[in-house]
């Protein structure tokens, strides 16, 4: 496990709009060593202001938006086209305005779909597409991500693995159905931890004081089970980007003075 990267920003609006610059960048680098990226992204107030903040960013053009894989660490399992899908809400802040290749795009299945009300069965699927799409030099079941975004819960969840309940416990699956979600709807479907770090990069995404208690859990040794937060981490780097307020109660020491 490789050692947190701590980044704070003044306000949420500069986080977002940092932490966009930084996936275009990552993005043109993999691109141009590899021919294609791939990007597993999260839902959520934070989530969905790092893509608007990239729809609206003018270098967002560099970007060869037909050559980038797009995954989702998590879903709510509702009905397709449903407003509170993750997918749906990308759909709104970027995904409509860039020229996506449609098969590259990997929404997780949607309740009432080819596995009706099963979501464990529709996790199974999307466990059997990144199983599909990794390779030999991947060494697992799932693609190398370039970059695996996170929200982090005011509990400290990320994805839909919440602490202490059987997901955030689980090493053998990568995709696994969510029942009993502490937060609405209780059914959803999420990549675990193992899954999580077979990414090369994982950046991890929390604005506003209702999530200092949880960055400072998880940034203070905490274990995985009650605050999967600190179970994210990425195989090369894993990257905190927070606000102000969001690092207000992490030791001044643990972050650079020169962080903007």
């Not at 940092?18 to 691109?31: E, G, N, P």
């Not at 466990?127 to 991500?145: N, Y």
């Not at 005011?154 to 997901?167: I, K, N, R, Y």
């Not at 689980?170 to 990414?199: D, F, N, Q, Y």
């Amino acid at each position: 496990m490789n050692a947190p990267q701590i980044v704070v920003h003044r306000d949420k609006e500069l986080m977002a709009q940092a932490a966009a610059a930084r996936l275009i960048t990552k993005i043109v680098d993999a691109q141009a060593a590899r021919g294609s990226a791939s990007v597993v992204l999260t839902g959520g107030r934070n989530g969905n202001g790092l893509l608007a903040a990239l729809a609206a960013a003018p270098a967002r053009d560099a970007v060869d938006w037909s050559r980038l894989d797009l995954w989702w660490g998590d879903e709510r399992f509702l009905p397709e086209g449903d407003p509170e899908r993750n997918v749906t809400q990308a759909r709104q802040a970027l995904l409509d305005a860039v020229a996506l290749d449609p098969s590259r795009v990997h929404a997780m299945p949607a309740a009432g779909g080819p596995y009706g009300n099963d979501a464990d069965a529709a996790a199974e699927a999307y466990a059997a597409d990144l199983a599909a799409a990794a390779r030999p030099e991947d060494h697992g079941p799932v693609p190398s991500f370039d970059v695996l975004l996170l929200g982090v819960g005011p509990d400290t969840h990320v994805a839909s693995l919440f602490p202490e309940l059987p997901g955030v416990r689980e090493t053998e699956r990568t995709v696994i159905g969510v029942h009993g979600a502490p937060k609405p709807p209780p059914t959803r479907v999420s990549l675990t931890l193992p899954a999580i770090r077979a990414a090369r990069e994982v950046w991890l995404l929390a604005a506003g004081e209702d999530k200092a208690t949880a960055v400072a859990m998880a940034l203070s040794g905490a274990g995985e089970i009650q605050a999967p937060a600190a179970g994210a981490y990425g195989r090369h780097r894993t990257l905190w980007l927070l606000d102000q307020p969001a690092a207000a109660r992490l030791p001044r020491g643990l972050y650079p003075p020169s962080s903007p």
